[in-house]
């Protein structure tokens, strides 16, 4: 096909191409390519004015000059929408970052999907995980958006393994990795663990790396979004869609927004952050046919949870997942704040009275226990009563008892991994609480699955 010139470049600047169009046959979201030096730089339609239009630029700008000619491609930004996604890496572009190779090419435009009202599914059932501390403190319904939240050093990775392979073996599901601003080394990092632990092939991954400018890290989310969508539409599966991290890409919109002009909010955020926010989670949704449920990590300025961003993103999510290194310095893995993890899933009609009165009560002890520890380190642990003294040795045979080998650690704890049915936790934990398993060593329940009587379950 002949290639269109329909204008050329007026002004450069790193992140905004201005072109006057000869040609008025350009919209939003198209792509627009020059030529400079035997290299084809290309560039995404933001914000036309008449014959003037701005443009994101994909690539470097360098040695870009005004006067260049400006081609518009035949399609906009795609990425490969088939069974060849698995197991492959890709830039926000939906070009190949590994040495893979791609046989049949079939691709779909990134902004093509949009559910319907009708097509979404409220009633998508629960997302059993496995996990103990997650499937107790923060069972998900298929469709949630999780916000995951921790810093470096907590377990973050090794739990997002955990889920991929859990849910694979569970549900036959693939699961999809985005990470918007992530370092290449995490990035690579992150390759090599999951290509160790036998998971690479399970799932999508597209990186958006820091070192790249604005676009690919806005980019990125919307490309794993593409796969994702593949396989809940196409392949009919329950698939996990982690982002890593999400608040990076409201950063990315807001340069962007930035370097058009357009006047910011508090904190320099833009005033189109709550529309930009819900361009990608109302993409986040169940099915008749299946369902994405997303894993979010948050990364929180200066630790300040009321940021407009974090506020904005929060909103949407149906719960968290907090990692705290408290826990983690005690050795209790999965390292996970039971005060902070939430999900709208605790509720009586939802989880059931059982459940939920099982989730009340050790949340009461967990409390009691935070208040005996500080008396204690006082007085001593004899002056506590009879009843506080259950609620201490018991509180700390459910903080083991939250503990679980993992799949994906087998290799370096010498323990087998054990998915952990949501009957036999509660099962558990009744009879923790009851006082069935006063007089058991606390260390008997550290890192097993389920508990049968006064052993461990082999």
Same mark, same amino acid.
Not at 143 to 150: D, I, Q, S
Not at 336 to 340: C, E, T
């Given at each position: 096909?002949?290639?269109? %010139?329909?204008?050329?470049?007026?002004?450069?600047?790193?992140?905004?191409?201005?072109?006057?169009?000869?040609?008025?046959?350009?919209?939003?979201?198209?792509?627009?390519?020059?030529?400079?030096? &035997?290299?084809?730089?290309?560039?995404?339609?933001?914000? !036309?004015?008449?014959?003037?239009?701005?443009?994101?630029?994909?690539?470097s700008v360098?040695?870009l000059?005004?006067?260049?000619?400006?081609? #518009?491609?035949?399609?906009?930004?795609?990425?490969?929408?088939?069974?060849e996604?698995?197991?492959?890496v890709?830039?926000?572009?939906?070009?190949?970052?590994d040495?893979?190779?791609?046989?049949e090419?079939?691709?779909?435009?990134?902004?093509?999907?949009?559910?319907?009202?009708?097509?979404?599914?409220?009633?998508?059932?629960?997302?059993?995980?496995?996990?103990?501390?997650?499937?107790?403190?923060?069972?998900?319904q298929k469709?949630?958006?999780?916000?995951?939240?921790?810093g470096?050093?907590?377990?973050?990775?090794v739990?997002? #393994?955990?889920?991929i392979?859990?849910?694979?073996?569970g549900l036959?599901?693939?699961?999809?990795?985005?990470g918007?601003?992530?370092r290449?080394? @995490?990035? #690579?990092?992150?390759?090599?663990?999951?290509?160790?632990?036998?998971?690479?092939?399970?799932?999508?991954?597209?990186?958006?790396?820091? &070192?790249?400018?604005?676009?690919?890290?806005?980019?990125?989310?919307?490309?794993?979004?593409?796969?994702?969508?593949?396989?809940?539409?196409?392949?009919?599966?329950?698939?996990l869609l982690?982002?890593d991290?999400?608040?990076?890409?409201?950063?990315?919109?807001?340069?962007?927004?930035?370097?058009?002009s357009?006047?910011?909010?508090?904190?320099?955020?833009p005033?189109?952050?709550?529309?930009?926010?819900?361009?990608v989670? !109302?993409?986040?949704?169940?099915?008749?046919k299946?369902?994405?449920?997303?894993?979010?990590?948050?990364?929180?300025?200066?630790?300040?949870?009321?940021?407009?961003?974090?506020?904005?993103?929060?909103?949407?999510?149906d719960?968290?997942?907090v990692?705290?290194?408290?826990?983690? *310095?005690?050795?209790?893995?999965?390292a996970?704040?039971?005060?902070?993890t939430?999900?709208?899933?605790?509720?009586?009609?939802?989880?059931? @009275?059982?459940?939920?009165?099982l989730?009340?009560?050790?949340?009461?002890?967990?409390?009691?226990?935070?208040?005996? *520890?500080?008396?204690?380190?006082?007085?001593?642990i004899?002056?506590?009563?009879?009843?506080?003294?259950?609620?201490?040795?018991?509180?700390?045979?459910?903080?083991?008892?939250?503990?679980?080998?993992?799949?994906?650690?087998?290799?370096?704890?010498?323990?087998?991994? *054990?998915?952990?049915a949501?009957?036999?936790?509660?099962?558990?934990?009744?009879d923790?609480?009851?006082?069935? %398993?006063?007089?058991?060593d !606390?260390?008997?329940?550290?890192?097993?699955?389920?508990?049968?009587?006064?052993?461990?379950d #082999?």
């Open positions: 096909m002949a290639e269109v %010139c329909v204008g050329k470049i007026i002004s450069v600047s790193e992140l905004n191409i201005t072109v006057l169009l000869t040609e008025n046959k350009v919209k939003i979201r198209d792509i627009l390519y020059v030529y400079n030096k &035997g290299q084809k730089i290309e560039f995404e339609v933001a914000e !036309e004015d008449g014959e003037v239009i701005s443009a994101i630029p994909f690539q360098i040695g000059k005004k006067g260049l000619d400006v081609f #518009k491609a035949e399609k906009g930004l795609e990425i490969q929408y088939n069974d996604i698995l197991g492959k890709f830039d926000s572009y939906g070009s190949l970052l040495e893979n190779t791609i046989e090419e079939k691709k779909r435009n990134v902004y093509a999907r949009n559910l319907s009202l009708e097509e979404i599914n409220l009633n998508g059932g629960i997302l059993w995980t496995g996990i103990k501390v997650l499937d107790f403190f923060a069972p998900m469709g949630f958006k999780m916000g995951l939240l921790g470096a050093g907590v377990g973050k990775t739990l997002i #393994k955990e889920l392979h859990n849910v694979y073996t036959n599901s693939n699961s999809v990795f985005v918007v601003g992530e290449s080394r @995490e990035g #690579k990092e992150l390759y090599d663990e999951m290509s160790e632990a036998g998971l690479l092939d399970k799932m999508a991954v597209v990186f958006g790396q820091m &070192g790249e400018n604005s676009a690919a890290r806005s980019k990125a989310i919307f490309s794993g979004l593409t796969l994702a969508e593949y396989l809940r539409d196409e392949k009919n599966q329950d698939v982690f982002i991290n999400i608040y990076r890409y409201v950063q990315a919109m807001s340069e962007i927004n930035a370097e058009l357009r006047i910011p909010i508090e904190n320099g955020y005033a189109n952050i709550a529309s930009a926010v819900s361009d989670e !109302e993409r986040i949704n169940s099915t008749e299946g369902s994405i449920t997303s894993f979010q990590a948050i990364y929180i300025p200066a630790d300040d949870t009321t940021d407009q961003a974090v506020q904005t993103i929060t909103t949407h999510l719960g968290q997942i990692l705290d290194r408290k826990v983690a *310095e005690k050795g209790l893995y999965p996970v704040d039971v005060f902070n939430t999900s709208k899933l605790i509720d009586i009609e939802k989880i059931g @009275e059982r459940h939920y009165y989730v009340e009560e050790v949340l009461r002890y967990y409390s009691r226990y935070r208040e005996l *520890e500080e008396i204690i380190a006082v007085l001593g004899e002056e506590l009563s009879a009843a506080d003294t259950n609620v201490f040795y018991r509180t700390r045979m459910l903080r083991n008892y939250f503990t679980q080998p993992m799949f994906v650690a087998e290799n370096y704890t010498g323990i087998k991994g *054990e998915f952990v949501i009957d036999d936790i509660l099962d558990d934990v009744e923790i609480l009851s006082g069935k %398993c006063d007089g058991v !606390e260390s008997n329940f550290l890192f097993i699955g389920k508990y049968h009587g006064n052993k461990k #082999k």
